[in-house]
C-alpha cells in the first residue's frame, strides 16, 4: 500500500499550485481521500476531505480557495490550491481512510513566499 504525492514547491502569495495523491495497491475508490498539513511547531490539521461519493469538506481557513477532488479511474486525489497565502506554508499530507484502514502518504512541501 502506498501514497505518492507531487506537485508541491515554492509559489509566491497569490499564486496557485495542485497537489497530487496517486494510491497503489488498494481499491482507491473504496476510501475516502483526504489532505492535512503540518507547520513547523504546529499540530497537524484537517485541509479537505472527499467521500466516495464526491461529497466535500474543508477547514473554515482555506473554504474558497481550495478546491479537492478524485478520479478514480486515475486512483487520484487532487487538491487545487489558489489564492495561495504564506500561512498556507507547510508539509501536505495525503490521507485515505475505510474503517480501521487508514493509510498516510509521506508529504510534500508548499513554501509560500515572496
Known amino acids: 500500500v502506498q501514497l505518492v504525492e507531487s506537485g508541491g514547491g515554492l509559489v509566491q502569495p497569490g499564486g496557485s499550485l495542485r497537489l497530487s495523491c496517486t494510491a497503489f495497491g488498494f481499491t482507491f475508490s473504496n476510501y475516502a481521500m483526504g489532505w492535512y498539513r503540518q507547520a513547523p511547531g504546529k499540530q497537524l490539521e484537517l485541509v479537505a476531505t472527499?467521500?466516495?461519493?464526491?461529497?466535500?469538506n474543508y477547514a473554515d481557513s482555506v473554504k474558497g480557495r481550495f478546491t479537492i477532488s478524485r478520479d478514480n479511474a486515475k486512483n487520484t486525489v487532487y487538491l487545487q490550491m489558489n489564492s495561495l497565502k504564506v500561512e498556507d506554508t507547510s508539509v501536505y499530507y495525503c490521507n485515505a481512510i475505510r474503517g480501521s484502514m487508514n493509510y498516510w502518504g509521506q508529504g510534500t512541501q508548499v513554501t509560500v513566499s515572496s
Open positions: 472527499i467521500d466516495r461519493s464526491g461529497t466535500t
